[in-house]
Structures are given as structure tokens and as C-alpha cells.
């Protein structure tokens, strides 16, 4: 593709916890910590002394149900505000809360605790679905021990795009467009390809029809007046893209549609189904639905 205009930021959202549903906002500070406030708090099982993760499935079944916004919008230069965890059975609690270990204990049914700061061995139970093609190991219908964060890179012996301690999965930002989820929407109907099933931050109102962000690896996208991104790698989807939220089903054709219709080369990973981008920032600064967007 040439360069130019590709679009304009259509929504922003930011997940205080990791696994939660997150919040859509109009703007935010964006640095090489990602979107402010972004992935700042996760929940740690403390009898596996792994991460909690929605991609376990069988232990966390519900964590999707749970909303966490914060109490006030955070601000750069400062520390962030309490965060507010909504459970599906109506009742709440609060980051600065007593109580916060307690209440969320009892309502997984396990020693659970809220945590600011992944261990250094950031570690989750994966669950692969049986879909074939989607894993390039062959994995199928199995969980195992998937690291994350800086210890995937150390364990892969190459730099790490995000600092120790964040929760992120191996990137700082993930952007995708409004015509990959048009696209999906058009291949298979009778599923909802939804920003919510895909929980990315930046969603680009494309100008172009298509998967247009795998055209941009490698690039830089450019926001606004000031943020700048390096598109990194095209973003491999996993087992909580088919999960229920809210009003959406479970529907493994998601990942199945995936398999069948933009599977690509991730690194040196293999091939994987993907919707969407990873990057990191260049340049950061505050960034505005309605922002444009340009590759460079």
C-alpha cells in the first residue's frame, strides 16, 4: 500500500484490569507505557502463582463479567485514581478498598489477590481450543504454561517492547480497523465480529475495505498532531476472542474464521490466525477519537 491518510481513530479503550471488560474513552495520554492507565492492575491466583487470565477458561470462566473503570479519568504526573470492579451479580468494590482480596476471593472461589505489578516470571494458563490451524505447535484442546510480558522475551533471548512488571500481553498498543471487523462480519454473518471480542485499544475507522492493517507492519502510523507508532507485528488471536461478554456469545467460529481467512506469519513464530496490530510508541502525546491517522 502507499503511503497517506488511512483513516481516523473511531473509539478508544483502555482495561484497567487485565481479563475485565474495559471502559471506551474519548481521549487519552499515550507513552511507551501504552494508553494511561492501560492493563495497570491484573489478579493473581495465589495457589498457581500465575496471572489470571480470561485464555485459562476453565478456572476463570467468568472474569469477562467483570467491568473495571476508574472512579475519575487519570492524569499524567500523577497517581492513578482507584479503580471501580463491577461483578455480574450487581455488587462492587473498589482498588483502594480493605476488603479488595477478600471480596474478589470470594467471588472466584479461590485465594486471589489485586496486584499493580506482573512477577517477574509473568506466567498464565493458556488454553488452546480444538481448532485445527489455529496453533503452529499443533496444540489442541490443551492448557499450558504461556509466559508473557518481558519474561516471553527474556525467555526468547531478544529485547522486550514492554517494561518489567506491565501486564501486557508482549506489546504496548494494539490497534485494529473498522474494515477487518467489516470484512469478518461479511465472511461469516451469522457470528458478531465485535471490537469487544477483540479488546484492542485503538480502533481506526479505515478508508480502504479489507485487512488493511497487515499492510502496515513494519511502518509507522502516525496520530493526530504528535503520536507516533511502529506497527510491530500483525497480533495472533487466542481463545478470548470466542468467549461470551455480556450480550455476545461463545463462538469458536471467530477463531475458526480466523484460521480459514488471515492466517499469516507472525516473526518468527509461525503462522498464526490474526485480527489486527501490535506497536509500539515512538512518539507520544495525547490522542483524540477523531484523530487521523496516517502510515508513513
Not at 27 to 44: M, N, T, V
Not at 181 to 201: A, G, Q, V, W, Y
Not at 209 to 229: C, M, P, Q, S, T
Request: net charge negative.
Amino acid at each position: 500500500m502507499s503511503s497517506g491518510i488511512v483513516g481516523t481513530i473511531a473509539r478508544l479503550w483502555r482495561f484497567p484490569v487485565k481479563s475485565m471488560t474495559g471502559e471506551q474513552i474519548e481521549q487519552s495520554q499515550l507513552s511507551g507505557r501504552g494508553l494511561l492507565g492501560d492493563r495497570a492492575y491484573a489478579l493473581f491466583d495465589n495457589a498457581t502463582g500465575k496471572v489470571v487470565s480470561a485464555k485459562s477458561v476453565r478456572l476463570f470462566p467468568n472474569i469477562l463479567s467483570c467491568r473495571a473503570a476508574y472512579v475519575e479519568p487519570p492524569q499524567p504526573g500523577r497517581d492513578l485514581p482507584p479503580v471501580r470492579i463491577k461483578f455480574a451479580d450487581g455488587t462492587s468494590t473498589t482498588s483502594d478498598s480493605g476488603s479488595i482480596d477478600r471480596v474478589l476471593s470470594e467471588y472466584f472461589r479461590r485465594d486471589i489477590s489485586l496486584t499493580r505489578s506482573a512477577p517477574e516470571n509473568f506466567t498464565i494458563d493458556q488454553y488452546h481450543p480444538d481448532i485445527e490451524g489455529l496453533d503452529p505447535e499443533g496444540r489442541r484442546d490443551v492448557v499450558v504454561d504461556q509466559k508473557l510480558g518481558s519474561a516471553y522475551f527474556a525467555e526468547a533471548g531478544i529485547p522486550s517492547p514492554v517494561p518489567a512488571g506491565a501486564f501486557f500481553d508482549l506489546f504496548p498498543v494494539s490497534v485494529l480497523t473498522t474494515s477487518t471487523l467489516e470484512r469478518l462480519n461479511e465472511i461469516k454473518p451469522t457470528s458478531r465480529f465485535e471490537d469487544r471480542r477483540f479488546r484492542m485499544n485503538l480502533i481506526v475507522g479505515a478508508n480502504e475495505a479489507g485487512f488493511v492493517e497487515n499492510a502496515w507492519v513494519g511502518r509507522e502510523l502516525a496520530i493526530g498532531n504528535d503520536v507516533k507508532l511502529m506497527v510491530a507485528i500483525s497480533d495472533p488471536r487466542c481463545v478470548m476472542t470466542t468467549l461470551p461478554q455480556d450480550d455476545l456469545p461463545g463462538d469458536s467460529d471467530i477463531l475458526r474464521t480466523l484460521v480459514q481467512n488471515n492466517r499469516l506469519q507472525v516473526a518468527d513464530s509461525g503462522q498464526f490466525p490474526c485480527a489486527g496490530v501490535y506497536a509500539v510508541v515512538t512518539a507520544g502525546g495525547t490522542i483524540r477519537v477523531g484523530d487521523q491517522a496516517v502510515v508513513n
